[in-house]
């Protein structure tokens, strides 16, 4: 595979692999497996939405989808916290801006670009995405755009977040837990048995870390330089990872500069194992350490997308690694923070927030506040969700109807039989919507 235009490489061997929805390392390596791709200068094409940067996206043909992040420099909140160079990437629903992502957050990056993955590597596999909500939502709505299908998975008290602004869900297969996000995940692992179906991958994922990489890569067009620190709210920090390597990545091109960025991250207290685990300086998340009370802590959030348990912190090339040779750091946000500070962005800049992207805002306000950043420094505020009022006032939302319910209490013996019929039924008549993908 000589001139494949991209490989993956394991970080632990640096064994080079050929792609074929390959989401670990053969040989066994807890490592994350990282895009390499053969074009080192990066083309801006235009008129294809993310896929204008698709010469760094892990697929060969693009979707047509419109969908992509915008960067801008902000005036009046930069003003209001003394900064001079603050520039913000939207990933959410704000005509005004020119950006149309109607489900108003960035994991609309991620599911273009793994559904395409799929379709070229999986082996005409349905693909099975377990999520609290927004990474669902996404899918389920390039699912409808495309005619791919997809089976969600997602707790039953997050159901509400499953809309799509299209009538037509045909390609969805939702599934409600009745339990949490790490049952979702669970359930998720039990289900991918069935012949049919593939698991999405998470945080292992390349097309969805390279899919979130474009925010970073439209900042870059956009500011013609790095930034020197970049802002985001984090749960399992997947988008972070992502945001680093996209830095790598434009450093090797050389034309946005050689240094790289600050990553400052930052979670919801109280729950906030990664937070934890970093100001007491560990690789490891430890549980009774930095997760007491997982239930408790996470009813409490304000930005509770954000109750990730098993986040990526230690594996090879994850959250621990990117803060440690990025010069990073994690701030821990209290409700009362965001809220302050949400209130401030939306006063000044003019758009709604999702309460994960008023996380970030209030981290940045606090390294303002401690010195931590200058005022003359570039920064990049990755605001990752946002105008859901906006798209209210424009579009009429529609439920996606749950297809099944599922207890995880009987996860052991869940009735895969049974799903495997339901899914199979759902697959035939999915074979012909299937053949309505628009590629460009
Ligand atoms: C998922 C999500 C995040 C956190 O992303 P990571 O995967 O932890 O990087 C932040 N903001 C919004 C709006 C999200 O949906
Ligand atoms: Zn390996």
Redesign the pocket.
């Known amino acids: 595979m000589q001139n494949a235009k991209y490989q993956l490489r394991c970080l632990e061997c640096g064994k080079t692999i050929t792609d074929r929805y390959t989401n670990t390392c053969p040989e066994g390596h807890d490592s994350l497996l990282r895009t390499v791709y053969k074009r080192k200068r990066i083309r801006r094409l235009s008129g294809k939405g993310m896929f204008d940067y698709i010469d760094w996206l892990p697929v060969e043909e693009a979707l047509s989808i419109n969908a992509c992040p915008i960067t801008y420099k902000s005036a009046d909140f930069g003003k209001e916290l003394g900064l001079k160079n603050l520039y913000i990437s939207f990933?959410?629903y704000w005509p005004e801006k020119s950006v149309f992502m109607e489900t108003?957050?960035?994991?609309e990056l991620e599911a273009p670009p793994t559904l395409q993955r799929a379709k070229e590597g999986a082996d005409r596999k349905i693909l099975v995405v377990a999520s609290?909500?927004?990474?669902s939502r996404a899918f389920a709505d390039v699912a409808s755009m495309t005619g791919m299908p997809v089976v969600a998975i997602v707790p039953k008290s997050s159901i509400h977040r499953m809309w799509t602004t299209t009538e037509n869900h045909d390609c969805i297969f939702l599934i409600s837990v009745d339990g949490d996000y790490s049952d979702a995940i669970a359930i998720s692992k039990e289900i991918v048995k069935i012949d049919a179906l593939i698991e999405e991958g998470g945080?292992r994922n390349v097309a969805r870390r390279d899919g979130?990489g474009v925010v970073e890569l439209e900042a870059a067009f956009f500011m013609k330089v790095l930034p020197n620190y970049y802002f985001?709210?984090?749960?399992?920090?997947?988008?972070?990872?992502?945001a680093w390597e996209a830095f790598i990545r434009l450093i090797e091109d050389g034309r946005f500069g050689q240094e790289m960025p600050g990553i400052v991250?930052s979670q919801n207290l109280p729950f906030a194992p990664m937070f934890s685990a970093w100001q007491d300086g560990r690789a490891e998340i430890i549980a009774d350490k930095d997760m007491s009370n997982t239930g408790e802590a996470i009813e409490k959030m304000y930005?509770d997308?954000?109750s990730?348990r098993n986040?990526p912190y230690s594996v090879k090339g994850g959250v621990y690694d990117m803060l440690g040779s990025s010069n990073g750091r994690i701030y821990g946000i209290t409700n009362e923070e965001c809220k302050i500070a949400e209130k401030l962005f939306e006063s000044e800049e003019g758009i709604d927030l999702?309460?994960?992207?008023s996380?970030?805002c209030a981290s940045l306000i606090k390294a303002v506040d401690e010195g931590f950043v200058k005022k003359e420094d570039k920064i990049l505020l990755?605001i990752?969700?946002?105008g859901y009022k906006r798209l209210r006032e424009d579009y009429k939302m529609y439920e996606i109807e749950e297809r099944m319910e599922l207890n995880p209490c009987s996860s052991v013996q869940l009735p895969l039989d049974e799903i495997e019929r339901e899914v199979k039924e759902f697959e035939s008549t999915k074979l012909l919507a299937s053949r309505r993908v628009v590629n460009v």
């Open positions: 990933s959410g108003c957050t960035f994991k609290a909500g927004n990474t945080a979130m985001q709210a984090v749960g399992s920090g997947t988008g972070a990872i992502a991250i930005a997308v954000l990730t986040p999702d309460p994960a992207a996380v970030a990755n990752t969700g946002g």
